[in-house]
């Protein structure tokens, strides 16, 4: 089955470490994408990357990372210098930007 | 300003109503507009794009007013199943490409 995958769904992290969230897709996408969001608020993004070994900054860049080594994998990053990671992150992806996008399930990150 | 607005509601209506949402954009570079479906805890999933000249996938209706910079999504004969967040999404073109996504109307059907 075609599809975006995240793993994983729920992931706890203690104040000051890095953690890595996984992003896949076999859509055969372009462009993939990274969101947080906010209880009551809207998608704000991260990240995006419309090619290989190619990624801009979105909105809210400061305090994650990413990396587009393969076309089916957008790893992200969330440092020990984002101030307030705990969120809802979302990885998306689309047959191009300004086109249509397809979520994944999404991970719960919450730093104690 | 926002970029994109919703009204929050949330929109209580009985079973078999008819309701719609609005939503408007403040940026005339504005290219392409979706509407997508947000359940609890979940995330959001392609309802419909929304075109120019309107367009209608079984109850739902999207239509876009370029001239007052807004989008329309009516639900005909609403089912219970039809409570979630609707998200309307804008993505302008302004040499780059930004998508912004409206923070969503919240949906109530009751039996």
């Known amino acids: 089955d075609g599809g975006i995958t995240q793993s994983p769904k729920y992931l706890f992290r203690k104040e000051g470490q890095n953690v890595t969230l996984s992003c896949e897709q076999n859509l055969n996408h372009d462009a993939m994408y990274w969101y947080r969001q906010d209880p009551g608020q809207g998608l704000r993004l991260i990240y995006y990357?419309?090619?290989?070994?190619?990624?801009q900054k979105g909105d809210i860049a400061e305090g994650y990372s990413v990396s587009r080594e393969k076309k089916e994998s957008f790893p992200l990053t969330v440092t020990s210098a984002q101030k307030n990671p705990t969120a809802f992150y979302l990885c998306a992806s689309g047959t191009g930007v300004g086109n249509e996008q397809f979520f994944g399930p999404g991970t719960r990150l919450t730093v104690l | 300003r926002k970029e994109v607005e919703q009204d929050p509601g949330p929109f209580n209506v009985p079973e078999g109503a008819t309701v719609a949402f609005n939503c408007t954009y403040s940026?005339?570079?504005?290219?392409?507009f979706f509407w997508y479906r947000q359940d609890c805890r979940k995330e959001p999933k392609l309802l419909m794009s929304v075109y120019s000249s309107g367009n209608e996938d079984g109850r739902f209706t999207a239509q876009l007013n370029r001239a007052s910079q807004y989008i329309s999504l009516l639900i005909r004969d609403s089912k219970l199943s039809d409570s979630a967040t609707y998200l309307c999404v804008v993505i302008i073109n302004t040499g780059g490409f930004k998508t912004i996504f409206g923070a969503g109307t919240r949906l109530f059907v009751k039996a």
């Open positions: 940026n005339s570079a504005s290219q392409s």
């Open positions: 990357s419309q090619i290989v070994n190619d990624f």
